[in-house]
């Protein structure tokens, strides 16, 4: 078990208030920005926990139609005047992703920079359920998220071993890649001894993750495979 449990929808609305999340960056995260830039997003994308939107608005801004769906309405009020000011046509909408309701929309790429790991345990199946009703067949999935590995810096809470993962996405996906990546964070001093870590010259604190990409594969087929 965690030390220290996930945000609750208040608390997140509340980081999110006070300018205190220190996932923003003013960027997407480097890992997925990346393949981002690289074209490795097709069709239709759905941005899972898009905090303020600056991954989402990076795909937008490459031409997808793109839906940013997050729990703390002040992120999504964010993105959506960014999306504004950016002159970018992107949706964003605030809910729940474990009750996400589409009404039969599917995607081809899904996207999650942060979102799993900030899931209780729990609920990370009914998580998984969404994404499998939401990405259509043969599209594809790429996610960010804390590892729980020797050695790793990284908050308490939500670390995800490489088991884990194969375990979550094991059933309707194929793995591509789970490879070592940095989340970046913006930690203030003196709150823990997470303010020791080391920055980089933006100020951002590099730790410890996993990138994982996966395609989303006909049930039937995953089981012969
Ligand atoms: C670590 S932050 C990452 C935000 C953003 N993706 C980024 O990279 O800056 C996790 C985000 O997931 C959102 N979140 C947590 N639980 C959620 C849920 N059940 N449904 C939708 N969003 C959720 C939080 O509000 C928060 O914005």
């Known amino acids: 078990m965690s030390r220290h449990p996930q945000p609750s929808a208040r608390e997140y609305e509340r980081l999110y208030q006070q300018r205190r999340a220190p996932w923003n960056l003013g960027e997407p995260q480097p890992a997925l920005r990346e393949l981002v830039e690289a074209g490795w997003c097709t069709g239709t994308v759905l941005d899972a926990g898009c905090g ?21 309405p002040s992120a999504i009020r964010s ?20 009750e996400l309701d589409t009404g039969g929309e599917v995607f081809d790429t899904v996207l999650d ?25 043969g599209g594809r999935i790429a996610v960010l998220c804390f590892a729980d590995r020797p050695d790793a810096r990284t908050p308490d ?24 990546a940095e989340i970046f964070g913006i930690i203030p001093d ?26 989303r594969v006909d049930d039937a087929q995953n089981r012969v495979t």
Do not use: N
């Not at 600056?54 to 937008?60: D, G, R």
């Not at 002159?87 to 992703?97: E, K, P």
């Open 52 to 72: 303020v939107g600056e991954l989402a608005l990076a795909v937008a801004a490459r031409g997808h139609h793109v839906l940013g769906v997050d729990l703390a």
């Open 79 to 98: 993105a959506s005047e960014q999306a504004v000011a950016r002159g970018l046509s992107a949706h964003f909408r605030a809910a729940d992703i474990t």
């Open 113 to 137: 920079s942060g979102l799993l790991h900030s899931l209780p345990e729990s609920v990370q199946s009914t998580y998984l359920a969404v994404l499998r009703r939401v990405c259509r067949i």
């Open 157 to 180: 809470s939500g670390r995800l071993s490489e088991r884990r993962l194969r375990e979550l996405f094991a059933d309707g996906w194929a793995i591509d890649e789970l490879v070592p």
């Open 190 to 215: 003196g709150v823990s001894e997470s303010s020791t870590w080391p920055r980089d010259a933006k100020g951002r604190t590099p730790m410890t993750g996993w990138r994982l990409r996966a395609r």
